[in-house]
């Protein structure tokens, strides 16, 4: 079992389209969560860190279950800008944070 | 504040050539990260440092890799010699903790004639 799975998508939405991500974890001692955007032929950037209540960022909200060991990513009214692949990403005690492969979406006009 | 600062942006060059890939961390950030992305494989880990100390070294592909981190501002990968197979985009990332959110370079594009 991969440590942090990802639909890879793509998720292909109208712009105004509520979009949602989820993403399952395989070690249930995870510390810390974060969701990162990388664009096209760019670096990965930080979006959110994920905590356990949920949180929310503009029309980003993210949520942890850790019973179910997922973490998923809402995004509400989709502007074509949010084009982009998103990674989760998870930390461990004692190692360097884990990559998901991350879920394309592309938003249309 | 500068971010992480990687250098050169792109570097095309023959196989079997020596290829060094330079970093500069965030100041302040005691933790350096290499990573390599492709479409095949997305981002892999391929070493990390803590205090310029090599930590975990497990995802360099084979000897032909190594990397170094002389300072607390400075850091190397260098690939000799160089294969077709090791075009990618390889990313330099620092960080405050092990477990804090890594902030990453522009990346080096690698091509590999």
Known sequence: ?109 | DAGVIQSPRHEVTEMGQEVTLRCKPISGHDYLFWYRQTMMRGLELLIYFNNNVPIDDSGMPEDRFSAKMPNASFSTLKIQPSEPRDSAVYFCASSWGQAQPQHFGDGTRLSIL
């Open chain 1, 1 to 109: 079992r991969k440590e942090v799975e990802q639909d890879p998508g793509p998720f292909n939405v109208p712009e105004g389209a509520t979009v949602a991500f989820n993403c399952t974890y395989s070690n249930s001692a995870s510390q810390s969560f974060f969701w990162y955007r990388q664009d096209c032929r760019k670096e990965p950037k930080l979006l959110m860190s994920v905590y356990s209540s949920g949180n929310e960022d503009g029309r980003f909200t993210a949520q942890l279950n850790r019973a179910s060991q997922y973490i998923s990513l809402l995004i509400r009214d989709s502007k074509l800008s949010d084009s982009a692949t998103y990674l989760c990403v998870v930390g461990q005690a004692g190692t360097a944070l884990i990559f998901g492969k991350g879920t394309t979406l592309s938003v249309s006009s």
